[in-house]
């Protein structure tokens, strides 16, 4: 009844911001994204008789709010399994948590496949990514390694809303650089932010559209193993998202000023004839997509930027996996 698992972060490369169905965390658009080998949420869980209400503890340390939000997730997997036991979580990451790198998305694919794998309920790997998706909307694609794709679904229980595959880690030469501006937890989560920006942004609408025809784009550059197509597409989106959450009031600016100093030091290098290009999500960090033959170089100059703290420098990766279980 123990299991551990461990799942990475993925960077959104077509974005989603907003939600059809807040109670199912069901997005309004489709996203594309790819699953890193780098930034891994590790989770433990142990379904107990013994225990009389569930247990959390990130870092080793009690999390009330957080716990609350597992605990309500850990009351949808009871619901599948069929079962009234609780649980006890320990969980940890490996980076900067609620900044703006996913680590929500992390953290409950590691979770949804621990839980299935602590109670034996061998979900399908749909399934499971429709699982995960009730924890975080980003999990759904953590689920699924390489490059994937999130559908939105159009049933009203979200039974169609999960993520699939689109292309393997190595179907595209390409290395991803994190460029940590801050370590510090973002001022307004992005379920606020996203309720916030379809209430009042008047962009929000327009911002739809658009992401629907850079899913298709985006679709045919992966397909075609095209980093450059790839990479203007995910910086164009990026910005997009962006611009919507300034029109909203009051407005969304997530950015700090070494994010703006990366954005434009990536365009300079592009100028050089560097291939690079930067997508941000909701957050301060910035992430650059470039050529594995270039990354040492670019890595080597974000670093030498004011107020850039760390660069980690990631490659497409697999989907979680499974560390241990015990009975």
Known sequence: MQATA?????????????????????PATGSISVTLD???SRTTVRFDAALDGDVF???????PAMGRRV??????V??????DLCARVETSNDFPTGAGLASSASGFAALALA???????NLSSDQL????????????RSLIGGFAEMRPGVAADGRDAYAVELAPPTHVAMQ??????????KSVGSTEGMRRTEETSPFYAPWLDATRADLDCMRAAITDADLERIGELAESNALRMHAVMLGARPPLLYWTAATVRVMRAVQAMRGEGLAAWFTIDAGPQVKVLCAPSEAEDIEARLRGLEGVHDVVAAAPGEGPRVLETRP
């Open 6 to 26: 461990a799942a990475t972060s993925n960077i959104a490369l077509v974005k989603y911001w907003g939600k059809r169905d807040v109670a199912l965390n069901l």
């Open 38 to 40: 780098r930034l891994t």
């Open 57 to 63: 503890r990130f870092d080793g340390e009690a999390a």
């Open 71 to 76: 605990s309500g997730f850990l009351d949808l």
């Open 78 to 83: 009871r619901g599948l399994a069929d079962t």
């Open 115 to 121: 839980c299935d794998e602590a109670l034996g309920m």
């Open 129 to 140: 990514s429709a699982l995960a998706r009730r924890g975080s909307g980003s999990a759904a």
């Open 176 to 185: 991803v650089l994190v460029a940590i501006t801050t370590t510090a937890g």
